[in-house]
């Protein structure tokens, strides 16, 4: 594999980094390592994958390390949308041996959970290969961490849908219970939007199919259908509007995403992207005294396990 830059993080990324550090330090510090391990004690580790995955989060492990220990050194072997697998090393660190323990389980999480939200992509994405539909993410994100979950969303080879609730027009069925209808919500938006955005309406019948393409949506969300009912609605809205974009959402899984796909949708929302994404399996090994780091080379010295 090869040697990959690792890029510097912006204020949000870094004050996200800084509340999980906090969280796991809350000002005391790492008390385990503190009074066990001797602070002159030198210290190598390596991050290596025990699984086949895409890789994400390393620029947010980077810079844990430099706010654990500046003086501590974090080299990328890899970039982050690389494919790894089992024995395959990612990073390597190298510094005071407390700092490496300090900083070991918030790398981790990082590194876990966002090349698990890439690697659970990429399996989406292979679904439905060949079938024209893009699969998408939604707003079903963690707390703080939209922008690195959608960044890895694409790195598994899936797509984007809005950011947030202040770029795009997206009326659900709770707006159109709070408006009165397709057609009253769209009179509203069409009366209040600037040019530049795009207005989506989310429909789960054939009257409202529609009426929402008659108002001119620029995208129709069909939610909550079975294959047949979306066929369906799928071969109505290309005879209304053939340019009109479709979205399939609900109950989409890796096991009916295909079958999703074929029915002739543009696009394919679904949470399991992000929310439903396992974290991959990674471990931390560090060695400690004088010798190459493990992973990099030849090994030597003990090696420890990571477990907590």
């Known amino acids: 594999m090869r040697r990959g830059a690792v890029e510097t993080i912006d204020a949000a990324s870094l004050s996200l980094v800084r509340s999980a550090l906090v969280e796991d330090l809350a000002g005391f510090g790492d008390i385990t390592s503190r009074w066990v391990v001797p ?16 890789v994400c989060g ?30 395959d090393t990612l990073a390597t660190i190298s510094g005071a041996a407390r700092s490496l323990l300090s900083a070991e389980r918030t790398i981790l999480n990082f590194l876990m959970h966002l090349s698990g939200v890439a690697t659970q992509s990429r399996r989406f994405a292979r679904a439905v290969e060949g079938t024209g539909a893009t699969v998408v993410d939604t707003r079903k994100t963690l707390p703080g961490l939209r922008t690195w979950e959608k960044r890895a969303v694409v790195y598994g080879g899936c797509g984007n849908h809005r950011f947030g609730l202040f770029d795009m027009v997206l009326i659900k069925d709770n707006h159109l219970a709070a408006a009165g209808g397709v057609r009253a919500a769209m009179e509203r938006v069409k009366a209040a939007r600037p040019y530049s955005v795009k207005v989506e309406v989310e429909v789960e019948n054939e009257a409202d199919l529609r009426e929402a393409i008659a108002c001119g949506a620029d995208i129709v969300m069909l939610d909550n259908q079975d294959l047949e009912s979306l066929r369906r609605m799928v071969r109505l809205a290309r005879d209304l509007q053939p340019g009109v974009i479709l979205e399939a959402s609900g109950n989409v899984s890796l096991a009916n995403v295909r079958e999703v796909a074929g029915t002739g949708v543009d696009f394919i929302s679904t949470s399991a992207l992000t929310m439903g994404a396992p974290p991959v399996d990674l471990g931390m090994t560090l060695t400690t005294g004088a010798g190459p780091v493990p992973g990099a080379g030849s090994g030597g010295g003990a090696g420890l396990a990571a477990g907590d």
């Open 58 to 87: 390393l620029p947010l492990a980077a810079a844990v390390l430099g706010e654990i220990d500046p003086a501590a050194t974090f080299t990328a072997l890899v970039e982050d949308g690389a494919e790894a697998g089992p024995g």
């Open 39 to 54: 602070a002159d004690l030198p210290g190598r580790a390596s991050v290596e994958a025990r699984q086949e995955l895409v």
